[in-house]
């Protein structure tokens, strides 16, 4: 055990992320695996399209103890751009907990933007105890984040919770049933004009759909062509799906998903959507229907606020609710109160570092 006074808040680096990595594993344990891999977190905190990330440690001799990092991130906001940062990988150590650790790391953080100009800080995270940590020293939370779900094999989710074969086929069909009476989709006639078309790499119509779709919401993370790429393509560990929108020669909106396990179900999850309208969003969606059942999967699953006129219309086609909730939040480095509005914000996994 050590005193207080045997460590401090220091600027990390590089040369740090062996330390970092053997406490990422002792604060975290066997989840996702592959953010063990040295490619993963060069990736992550070195390489992002805005810059190297903010990296805060705190050591014990030789022994990293304490972890927090800051990624550079542009957000849209009425269109213009501003920088802010993206707050992740808070860890201490289970020896030097309740020793002031965290408190110190955050607050450390909070003058380091603030000596960066950054406008804002975001955070995306379901512990409680991170939660109230973050709250204690001025974060707010912004808005809930609901996992959405979408059924794709019923027998699939049934077996979950009552794993008789027969049983859970017959069940599955009789929901399968129900379901579709109420959820049925509806073709317009205007969807037949719409492509949908797989990308495996970004070209040109990228950057111009992004400028037209910056101002669909008040404010959302920066998504033009350099960010999409390193976000998806440059991954050096999971891979992803991407399909984009077509419409008249344009490109009218994207859906970015990857298959995971999630809610301890197989799943796949669309991790980023952005549509220029409900019938491209709506066209978008089916395409990821089709996907996931391609790929056996029993859920297509998202999370976004509440208060945004996706989650709306998802609800309206299908997506219920689980029990899980991710929490938004943000802390702002100006007086601006339209930052803390729910209504405001545009959020998903890709925004985040969760999937």
Same mark, same amino acid.
């Given at each position: 055990m050590a005193d207080r006074q045997n460590w401090e808040v220091r600027e990390g680096s590089e040369k740090d992320m062996e330390g970092i990595l053997s406490l990422r594993e002792i604060a975290f344990g066997e989840t996702?695996? =592959?953010r063990k891999d040295p490619r993963f977190w060069k990736w992550q905190f070195m390489k992002g399209p805005d810059g190297k990330a903010f990296l805060y440690i705190v050591k014990d001799g030789e022994r990293v103890i304490g972890h927090l990092a800051d990624h550079p991130r542009h957000f849209s906001i009425h269109g213009e751009l501003v920088p802010g940062v993206f707050h992740l990988e808070l860890m201490v150590h289970p020896d030097y907990w309740r020793k002031g650790i965290f408190r110190e790391m955050e607050k450390y953080s909070i003058r380091r933007i603030q000596n960066e100009n950054k406008l804002l800080m975001t955070a995306c995270t379901v512990r409680e105890e991170s939660i109230n940590g973050l709250k204690k020293v001025g974060w707010k939370t912004v808005a809930k984040l609901p996992?959405? #779900?979408y059924p794709i094999r019923f027998k699939g989710i049934v077996n979950r919770y009552l794993p008789i074969s027969p049983l859970g086929f017959l069940l599955g069909g009789i929901l399968r049933f129900c379901y579709r009476l109420l959820f049925w989709p509806k073709?317009?006639? =205007?969807?037949?004009k719409i492509?949908?078309?797989? #990308?495996?790499?970004? =070209?040109?119509?990228? %950057?111009?759909?992004?400028?037209?779709?910056?101002?669909?919401?008040?404010?959302?993370?920066a998504r033009d062509r350099t960010f999409l790429d390193w976000r998806y393509f440059q991954h050096p560990t999971r891979r992803y799906t991407l399909y984009r929108a077509m419409k =008249? !020669?344009?490109m009218r909106g994207y859906i970015v998903l990857r298959k995971v396990d999630l809610l301890n179900f197989n799943c796949t999850v669309i991790v980023d959507l952005l549509a220029w309208d409900e019938a491209i969003l709506?066209?978008?969606?089916?395409?990821? #229907?089709?996907?996931?059942?391609?790929? !056996?999967? %029993?859920?297509?699953?998202?999370?976004?606020?509440?208060?945004?006129l996706y989650?709306?219309?998802l609800r309206q086609r299908g997506f219920l609710p689980s029990f899980k909730t991710f929490s938004f939040m943000v802390y702002p480095h100006a007086d601006k109160p339209f930052l803390l509005s729910p209504e405001n914000w545009y959020v998903n996994w890709g925004d985040t570092d969760v999937i």
């Open positions: 996702e695996k =592959d996992v959405l #779900v073709k317009k006639k =205007d969807d037949r492509e949908i078309e797989e #990308v495996t790499q970004l =070209d040109h119509q990228f %950057d111009p759909f992004w400028e037209k779709a910056s101002s669909l919401f008040p404010i959302m993370g =008249d !020669g344009e709506s066209a978008l969606m089916e395409r990821g #229907v089709e996907l996931s059942g391609r790929q !056996g999967t %029993d859920l297509l699953g998202m999370i976004l606020p509440r208060e945004h989650y709306k219309i």
